[in-house]
């Protein structure tokens, strides 16, 4: 049932906090600072020497994030495709391919199609699933599983997040097993996922003030996302949140990108969501800011205490994020991105829960 809540959407990004520290509980033992043993069968995660990336929509998205973690930690080489593009095309799958499948339903056609054809040709296949009795998961031989419990919202919400922490785990996991991770590393990675439920609590605390500048966004016909790092692919979530349930037309952008083309859509109708926790990055993303505000874009600015009071003056709205450590950055950023796209269907009148055209679980190819 919805509970107290309006629709499965908005209790569904509610009970991320909850659903969060549960996975997490099968990945981390927080007490002792470890990462718990991966239920790995038949072969060894030394042994991967690349990872490959397969999935749809919003879980194609928790895979581009899970990309940098890879790479950053493990150093694995990893590519990345949408299913529908990884099948028609003749991908090289070389020998210790490990092949990696993220799925809320277990059931998408083209990903599950991608992972037969990936174990055809030789590679171990890992899958990120939510649904524990769905296809994906009977045909994996390395079972990841998201406990967020069953998503009625078309527009995915806490599997989301609840794939971010799995992947987050997976790339420590795969780290350690490399020898690229010291115990105390690894107890700080442990510390700070442990940390993301209370820092989604704090994110949902925003929702009034969410709600409240929806209508900023609402009366637009564009709506521009930025980001960078693994705020890009977030930027690329947000956008599709927002068209998939307000039927407003956004796109998500590397910040750096804008200058190269994007940019010339800018005016003063467009609001611009910009996605920049302060870190390493701010200061390159705020300067791309910059540039949209020079041609007149509207700025919402997400970023935290820092960020805001060093850039967030000249912004048409800014919304103040708890200060997190940038690994789990991606999923509490997800919240104002989630709550934002909710607020504006919801001012725009749109069935919230069942999107026109859309389906939950897309079982044709
Ligand atoms: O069940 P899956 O995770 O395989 O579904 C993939 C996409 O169809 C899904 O994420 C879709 O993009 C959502 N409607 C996004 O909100």
């Known amino acids: 049932s919805k509970g107290n809540h309006r629709h499965y959407m908005l209790k569904e990004i509610y009970e991320q906090p909850i659903v969060v520290a549960q996975t997490l509980r099968t990945y981390l033992r927080r007490l002792e600072g470890e990462l718990a043993p991966l239920p790995v069968e038949d072969f060894d995660l030394a042994s ?3 990872v490959t990336i397969v999935a749809c929509g919003t879980s194609f998205y928790a895979g581009m994030v899970a990309k940098y973690w890879f790479e950053q930690f493990a150093r694995v080489p990893v590519d990345i495709d949408v299913a529908s593009e990884f099948r028609y095309r003749a991908p090289v799958l070389e020998e210790g391919g490990l092949a990696l499948f993220i799925s809320q339903s277990g059931e998408t056609a083209d990903t599950l199609a991608a992972l037969r054809h990936a174990r055809s040709e030789g590679q171990k296949i890992a899958v990120v699933v939510n649904v524990p009795t769905s296809t994906m998961a ?19 919400t806490k599997a989301f997040t609840c794939q971010l922490a799995v992947l987050a785990a997976l790339a420590a996991n795969l780290a350690k097993a490399k020898g690229r991770l010291t115990p105390a590393e690894e107890r700080e990675i442990v510390r700070h996922l442990s940390e993301a439920p209370a820092s989604l609590n704090g994110a949902l605390a925003y929702d009034e003030t969410i709600q409240e500048m929806a209508g900023v966004v609402a ?20 956008a599709l949140k927002l068209k998939e349930i307000s039927y407003i037309h956004a796109e998500g952008y590397a910040a750096g ?24 990055l701010f200061e390159k993303t705020v300067s791309n800011m910059q540039e949209v505000q020079a041609r007149g874009g509207k700025v919402v600015l997400i970023s935290d205490y820092d960020g805001v009071r060093a850039a967030g003056e000249g912004c048409a709205a800014t919304i103040t994020m708890p200060k997190v450590h940038p690994l789990i950055a991606p999923l509490v950023y997800a919240v104002p991105i989630q709550l934002l796209a909710y607020h504006v269907a919801v001012a725009k009148g749109t069935d919230v829960d069942q999107p026109r055209n859309l389906a939950k679980s897309v079982t044709v190819e």
């Not at 009977?138 to 995915?156: F, M, N, Q």
């Not at 009366?219 to 947000?238: F, K």
């Open 48 to 50: 991967v020497r690349r």
């Open 219 to 238: 009366v637009a016909r564009d709506v521009l996302y930025l980001g960078r790092g693994p705020d890009y692919p977030l930027a690329m979530e947000g």
């Open 257 to 280: 990108e804008m200058k190269h083309g994007p940019i010339a859509l800018v005016d003063d109708s467009v609001p611009i969501i910009v996605i920049a926790p302060s870190g390493p």
């Open 138 to 156: 009977r045909e994996a031989d390395l079972l990841l599983p998201t406990h967020a419990g069953p998503e009625i919202g078309v527009a995915s």
